[in-house]
C-alpha cells in the first residue's frame, strides 16, 4: 500500500472502531491528516475531555497519554508507541517533591504538564508552556515550586518578578542542547529572519529571540506575520508543518538538535495497527487518577 491507501485506511477504521485520534504538533505530516484533532500540550487536554469516542489514541508521547486517561477514566486510551516517553516527565521523582513540601510548606508546587501521572499526585497545579506564566500569576501563593523544567521556570520567572519562584535542575534535553551561540549564528545566517523560540530552550538562547512562546503560538505567529522569513527554535517537525501550511513564507530550523525522538517514533503503520487490532493501552491506578486529576482540572480551570 502507499501512504494515501493507508491513510484511507486509518480513516474506515477509526471511524469503524470508534477510534479518535489526537496528534501533538510534533507527529509526521502523514499522522496528522488522519488526526481528529492536532494541539499543542494544552489544547490536547482539553480535547481530550470532549473527545465522544469510545477509544482515544494518543500520537504523541506516554505524559500526553495518561493525562488523557486521567480526564477521560472511562475511556480506553491507546499510546501510538509503548516506548515513546518523554525524558523530561520522567526526571524527578514523588519522594523528592513530597520531602520538598515538607520543608516548604508555603510553597504551591507548579508542575509542567510533561510530568508521570504519579508526580502530578503530589502537585498542587499543572501548566503547559503557552498556559504556565497566566496559571503562575493568577495563584494566591507567591511562593512557588516549579518543577521540572528549570528554563520554563526560569521564563515563568522572569515575567512574574512578583512571585518568589523556586527551581529544581531539570528540563526538555532537546530544547536545551540549543546554545546562544548557535542563536546568534542562524540569526547572522539569515538575516531578515524573526527567531521563534520555545521557552524550554536556554535563557541563553531566549536572549536572542524575537518571539517566545508554545508550539501552537509559535504556528500562529508565523502564520499571522506579515513577515516572510522564520528561523524556527522548536522541534523540527515545526519548521516542516509551517512551510507545508506557508508555502510562500520560508522556515529554517534553529538547530538540526531539535529533534525529539521519542515524538518521531511513532509511525503512520503504527497508527493502522492502533486503529486496526488495539495498541498499546494505557492504565493507572484509580487513586492516581483522583489524585492527578485535582491538578489537571485546576491547570483547565484558570487557563
Ligand atoms: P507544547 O506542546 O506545550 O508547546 O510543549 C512542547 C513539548 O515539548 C511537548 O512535549
Ligand atoms: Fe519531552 Fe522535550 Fe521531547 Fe517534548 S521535545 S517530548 S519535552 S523530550
Do not use: W
Not at 477521560?72 to 524527578?92: H, I, N, T, W
Not at 546568534?184 to 520555545?198: D, F, M, N, S
Amino acid at each position: 500500500m502507499n501512504t494515501r491507501q493507508i491513510q484511507d485506511e486509518i480513516l474506515r477504521l477509526k471511524r469503524e472502531n470508534d477510534v479518535c485520534i489526537l496528534a501533538h504538533s510534533y507527529q509526521a505530516h502523514e499522522i496528522l491528516e488522519v488526526a481528529d484533532f492536532v494541539g499543542d500540550s494544552f489544547q490536547l487536554s482539553v480535547q481530550a475531555q470532549k473527545a465522544k469516542a469510545g477509544t482515544v489514541l494518543m500520537c504523541g508521547v506516554r505524559f500526553m497519554a495518561e493525562t488523557v486517561k486521567i480526564l477521560s477514566p472511562e475511556k480506553r486510551v491507546l499510546l501510538s508507541v509503548a516506548d515513546a516517553g518523554c525524558p523530561m516527565a520522567e526526571q524527578m521523582d514523588k519522594s523528592l517533591i513530597e520531602h520538598l513540601k515538607e520543608k516548604y510548606p508555603t510553597y504551591t508546587v507548579v508542575a509542567y504538564i510533561n510530568t508521570t501521572a504519579e508526580l502530578k499526585t503530589v502537585c498542587d497545579v499543572c501548566v503547559t508552556s503557552s498556559s504556565a506564566v497566566k496559571i503562575v500569576g493568577k495563584l494566591e501563593s507567591d511562593d512557588i515550586l516549579f518543577i521540572p523544567d528549570c528554563n520554563l521556570g526560569a521564563y515563568v520567572k522572569e515575567q512574574l518578578p512578583q512571585k518568589n519562584i523556586m527551581l529544581l535542575q531539570g528540563g526538555c534535553p532537546v530544547h536545551a542542547a540549543v546554545t546562544g551561540e548557535e542563536a546568534r549564528a542562524a540569526k547572522a545566517a539569515h538575516p531578515g529572519a524573526l527567531l521563534l523560540v520555545h521557552p524550554e530552550c536556554r535563557q541563553e538562547v531566549l536572549a536572542h529571540a524575537d518571539f517566545i512562546g508554545s508550539t501552537s503560538a509559535i504556528m500562529d505567529f508565523a502564520k499571522k506575520s506579515g513577515q516572510t522569513d522564520f528561523i524556527i527554535g522548536t522541534e523540527l517537525s515545526i519548521a516542516e508543518h509551517l512551510q507545508f501550511e506557508c508555502p510562500d513564507k520560508r522556515f529554517f530550523p534553529l538547530s538540526k538538535k531539535l529533534y525529539c525522538a521519542n515524538m518521531r517514533l511513532t509511525t503512520l503503520m503504527d497508527v493502522y495497527r492502533c486503529v486496526s487490532d488495539g495498541g498499546y493501552e494505557i492504565t493507572l491506578p484509580a487513586e492516581t487518577i483522583t489524585k492527578a486529576r485535582r491538578c489537571i482540572d485546576e491547570m483547565i480551570r484558570l487557563g
